[in-house]
């Protein structure tokens, strides 16, 4: 693995659905928290920002998911209204998720770089977040396409991947 990049990693996957209803999917709370996220919280200069509407550069987050009790906070670095979202994410690193149209479906293309490399970060961030990544993703396509939520909820079964 002596050439493996443990720096940064590339996700993509087609879904479905407009263009515009994917852009909501990342860019506001009460779509986050249908795939991603039990809580998803946005502030603009300390206030929040109602779940219905849309972030913009500048703003904060607080981010929970259902059976971890973290709290994942960072900044919105870019939000352009229409096919790109830019965010701080475990740490240091950043999330760049780029959409684009193909025939009837939006590719989704999520970028996490900036990774460091000593061994926690490898483990926890490169090979922990690419995992999450991984699923999350596949859980909005089912919900954006299905409607079917692979999350799981149920604490007695964590440890799954679906979790």
């Known amino acids: 693995m002596e050439n493996f990049d443990w720096t940064n990693f590339t996700r993509k996957i087609a879904v ?30 300390g206030a929040p920002i109602p779940k219905s509407s849309p972030v913009k550069k ?3 987050y607080a981010w929970q998911w259902f059976l ?9 670095l870019e939000a352009n ?6 965010f701080t994410f475990a740490g240091d690193c950043i999330v760049d998720v780029h959409l684009s149209e193909r025939g009837d479906h939006t590719i ?3 970028t996490q770089s900036n990774i460091p490399t000593d061994e926690l970060s490898k483990e926890r961030i490169r090979l922990g977040c ?8 596949v859980n909005l396509k089912s919900v954006y396409e299905g409607g079917l939520d692979l999350r799981n909820k149920i604490p007695e079964y964590q440890g799954m991947l679906n979790n």
């Open 16 to 45: 479905k659905a407009d263009i515009s209803e994917i852009y909501a999917a990342w860019a506001r709370g009460s779509e986050m928290e249908k795939w991603f996220l039990r809580h998803c919280e946005y502030r603009d200069a």
């Open 58 to 60: 500048g703003n904060k």
């Open 68 to 76: 971890y009790d973290v709290t994942e906070e960072g900044e919105i």
């Open 81 to 86: 209204g229409t096919d790109h979202i830019r």
């Open 108 to 110: 989704v293309s999520l």
């Open 130 to 137: 690419d995992a999450g990544w991984s699923f999350f993703l």
